[in-house]
T-cell receptor, first 115, second 112 residues
Framework: NAGVTQTPKFRVLKTGQSMTLLCAQDMNHEYMYWYRQDPGMGLRLIHYSVGEGTTAKGEVPDGYNVSRLKKQNFLLGLESAAPSQTSVYFC??????????????FGDGTRLSIL | AQSVTQPDIHITVSEGASLELRCNYSYGATPYLFWYVQSPCQGLQLLLKYFSGDTLVQGIKGFEAEFKRSQSSFNLRKPSVHWSDAAEYFCAVQAGTYKYIFGTGTRLKVLA
């Protein structure tokens, strides 16, 4: 059971370059999320999706775009990378069972450095 | 404002000693609470969750947590720590259908 899979695991970019982070889940979860984790700041929500074809902004959306073309995939894009986007990025997914909310399942993270 | 506070950034305990990690939350409604553990270079793994009912919840790896509404706390405990428990621990509250608020984490070091 793969759960939540993130690719790539590591990446180094130059300022101004673009890239896409891929998140895939095989649990048929409706909800998917992108977080960034920075030292001393916990996890901050970038964007999230409540279903195929829908996305919404989280706490720190600037500089990022997302797409959810298929239920199992959630893509995070950086159009023009900046050093401030150096971080560890986590994807998560969850489902809602009859109004009782469930915990999130996390991928192993993508470590991104912007030079 | 909705928030989660983990007042201890670092905690060091000896192997075999007991452990308590503190978590305080600020949330107006009945909270859904979680504890996650993060090992180096890995994602967050759910240790336990509280939704309702018994205020003492049991989790994986021998961990438990107690919800105290009067103190707005959800502290994590383990009677006897193992060296493999060294990791970073995050408390979180679900503050809406799609909104989870995480604390800044407590890094646990275990001395042999």
């Amino acid at each position: 059971n793969a759960g939540v899979t993130q690719t790539p695991k590591f990446r180094v970019l130059k300022t101004g370059q673009s890239m896409t982070l891929l998140c895939a889940q095989d649990m048929n979860h409706e909800y998917m999320y992108w977080y960034r984790q920075d030292p001393g700041m916990g996890l901050r929500l970038i964007h999230y999706s409540v279903g195929e074809g829908t996305t919404a902004k989280g706490e720190v959306p600037d500089g990022y775009n997302v797409s959810r073309l298929k239920k199992q995939n959630f893509l995070l894009g950086l159009e023009s990378a900046a050093p401030s986007q150096t971080s560890v990025y986590f994807c998560a997914s969850s489902y809602d069972r009859g109004g009782s909310n469930q915990p999130q399942h996390f991928g192993d993270g993508t470590r991104l450095s912007i030079l | 404002a909705q928030s989660v506070t983990q007042p201890d950034i670092h905690i060091t305990v000896s192997e075999g000693a007991s452990l308590e990690l503190r978590c305080n939350y600020s949330y107006g409604a009945t909270p859904y609470l979680f504890w996650y553990v993060q090992s180096p270079c890995q994602g967050l793994q759910l240790l336990l969750k509280y939704f309702s009912g018994d205020t003492l919840v049991q989790g994986i790896k021998g961990f438990e947590a107690e919800f105290k509404r009067s103190q707005s706390s959800f502290n994590l405990r383990k009677p006897s720590v193992h060296w493999s428990d060294a990791a970073e621990y995050f408390c979180a509250v679900q503050a809406g259908t799609y909104k989870y608020i995480f604390g800044t984490g407590t890094r646990l070091k275990v001395l042999a």
